[in-house]
């Protein structure tokens, strides 16, 4: 382990400091590195991946071997942020044993320090068995995306009073069950923050307004990449997509008028040697080369 990776103690020691916790997701090595080299905390390998990667219309798509696969891209390249994989769906909730493997298969195959697990107090027995295994464990109440059938849609949850109440009751049975933050997604800004308040540990907020004590988004969502739907919460921090639209076009335009390649961007043969060569070549019929280059 690196000595200055970000570790859960830390995480949690954010918040008694009273210092925000800024966290993204990354899928592949090329982001990951980025977003690391930015100083973000924490990088969850999220399960979104199902959707701002491969282009499935939900998270529920997307299996084991993918999002390890993706895991271990992105552990590649951190040196200093934590790295949480996210268990997707059906991976944690058949079956405790096959729960503990999976989310071991993350810590062990993935490169990553930790896990998420989407769900309340109907999943403690799950998250125990998990820490008991020595494996960090983020929760993950609210909008819980791989239940979206369940939920009706991606919906704002904790909108009325019962509803609420469950959820600050999951927040505090979670905290108990020995998860080291939980993410709060899509409730109420009041709601999450009596949830903040009423634990020692972390909240990371997407969709929960400005009281928790720490953020996360989805990268795709906030350069501008992923754009097929805005959720009232999501600002774009770039239009990154408009601008690899601009520099693809550049690139498409610049072949095509023979712009690019120049010679600044070509490879030099010797010049003491090139008169040698031509003068080679326009002695050789076309058929000749070709029989020279078969003998190879
Ligand atoms: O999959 C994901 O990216 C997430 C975050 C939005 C919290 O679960």
Known sequence: ???????????????????????????????????????????????????????YNNTLAVTMDEMIHHTKAVSRAVDNAMIVGDMPFLSYKIDINEAVKNAGRFIQEGGAEAVKVEGGTEIIPIIEAMIKADIQVMGHIGLTPQAIYQIGGFLVQGKTVETAKNLIIAAQNLQNAGVFSIVLESIPWQIAKIITQSLDIPTIGIGAGPYCDGQILVIHDMLGIFTDFKPKFLKYFENLGDRMQNAIKKYKWEVEEEKYPDLIHSYEFPSDELEEIKKWATSQSFKEINSYKMKQ
């Open 1 to 55: 382990m690196s000595l200055q990776k970000v570790t859960a103690n830390k995480i949690i020691e954010k918040k008694k400091n009273g210092e925000k916790i800024v966290t993204l997701t990354s899928y592949d090595y090329a982001f990951a590195k980025i977003v690391d080299q930015c100083g973000i905390d924490l990088i969850l390998v999220g399960d979104s991946l199902s959707m701002v990667v491969l282009g």
